[in-house]
């Protein structure tokens, strides 16, 4: 069986950090990564990373945050720094198996100003 958990999500003030953790069970994925979804907005790419560990970044948040990979653990992380109020949103781990994705179930992120 296929499962993404994420955890790690909660509630910073701005300025702070907080760590995401997606561990992914059931097939060995390629490439890995983070999306979100605002209220009242669609979800979009925050940044993802080959199984080879070349990383990819929305701008709006290259420069603070940091996507990284455990293939022993099949386990994909983002490190958010420098958190704003807009990226307040909930947090979904993606992952890909030839040509399926998977999700997990969302993990919320909320920031204070």
């Known amino acids: 069986q296929v499962q993404l958990v994420e955890s790690g999500g909660g509630l910073v003030q701005a300025g702070g950090s907080l760590r995401l953790s997606c561990a992914a069970s059931?097939?060995?994925?390629?490439?890995m990564g983070w999306y979100r979804q605002a209220p009242g907005k669609q979800r979009e790419l925050v940044a993802s990373?080959?199984?080879?560990?070349?990383?990819n970044y929305a701008d709006s948040v290259k420069g603070r945050f940091t996507i990284s990979r455990d293939n022993a653990k099949n386990t994909v992380y983002l490190q958010m720094d420098s958190l704003k109020p807009e990226d307040t949103a909930v947090y979904y781990c993606?992952?890909?198996?030839?040509?399926?994705?998977?999700w997990g179930q969302g993990t919320q992120v909320t920031v204070s100003s």
């Open positions: 990373i080959t199984r080879s560990h070349s990383p």
């Open positions: 059931g097939i060995i994925f390629g490439a």
């Open positions: 993606n992952a890909n198996f030839l040509t399926r994705e998977y």
